[in-house]
T-cell receptor, first 113, second 114 residues
Framework: KNEVEQSPQNLTAQEGEFITINCSYSVGISALHWLQQHPGGGIVSLFMLSSGKKKHGRLIATINIQEKHSSLHITASHPRDSAVYICVCQVPTGGAGSYQLTFGKGTKLSVIP | ETGVTQTPRHLVMGMTNKKSLKCEQHLGHNAMYWYKQSAKKPLELMFVYSLEERVENNSVPSRFSPECPNSSHLFLHLHTLQPEDSALYLC?????????????FGPGTRLTVT
């Protein structure tokens, strides 16, 4: 069974700080997703990674398949980045295109002006 | 605006009521998903539909009944719910049920069972 651990659980940062959120998992995966959930519930898919690194604006996501670890970085953080960030692992289950999703508990980020 | 809409956005229902949640995607996607998010718990995947066929049912009680009449619409029919079913119900879609495609989420329906 895949265990997905996120750290930290809660994070408060000053505007402009560089932020890192970590995700570790315990079994081989085919892909990893980072989701952003704003207060009120709306969810946006930020990244889907299977290797290496991706960048969208001030957001950078990396994954190390050998170490079973992914990080989400936010550069020049802003109060509008305040949200819960969720790591989701996609684990193949055998059949073609068949997989299970395992969700982390989320990291609550608060960016203070 | 992700191209995935959900109605209603808020729903309060009694334990004896029957109601339905609706999800619609305008993205031409082939896979659709229902998720449940309870307070202080991780997201839980409930059902997966691929090309209108249910391909995954993650031990969800029978008081939740999904329906996918076509690739653009997904329903979740609710009956005789319990207060612990109060949660945010999220719908998502993806191009295909495959590792290469990202999921797009709707805004969710906040359900309260009284």
């Amino acid at each position: 069974k895949n265990e997905v651990e996120q750290s930290p659980q809660n994070l408060t940062a000053q505007e402009g700080e560089f932020i890192t959120i970590n995700c570790s998992y315990s079994v081989g995966i085919s892909a990893l997703h980072w989701l952003q959930q704003h207060p009120g519930g709306g969810i946006v898919s930020l990244f889907m990674l299977s290797s290496g690194k991706k960048k969208h604006g001030r957001l950078i996501a990396t994954i190390n398949i050998q170490e079973k670890h992914s990080s989400l970085h936010i550069t020049a953080s802003h109060p509008r980045d305040s949200a819960v960030y969720i790591c989701v692992c996609q684990v193949p289950t055998g059949g073609a295109g068949s997989y299970q999703l395992t969700f982390g508990k989320g990291t609550k980020l608060s960016v203070i002006p | 605006e992700t191209g995935v809409t959900q109605t209603p956005r808020h729903l309060v229902m009694g334990m004896t009521n029957k109601k339905s949640l609706k999800c619609e995607q305008h993205l031409g996607h082939n896979a659709m998903y229902w998720y449940k998010q309870s307070a202080k718990k991780p997201l839980e995947l409930m059902f997966v539909y691929s090309l209108e066929e249910r391909v995954e049912n993650n031990s969800v009680p029978s008081r939740f009944s999904p329906e996918c009449p076509n690739s653009s619409h997904l329903f979740l029919h609710l009956h005789t719910l319990q207060p612990e079913d109060s949660a945010l119900y999220l719908c998502a879609s993806s191009q295909d049920r495959d590792t290469r495609y990202e999921q797009y989420f709707g805004p969710g329906t906040r359900l309260t069972v009284t």
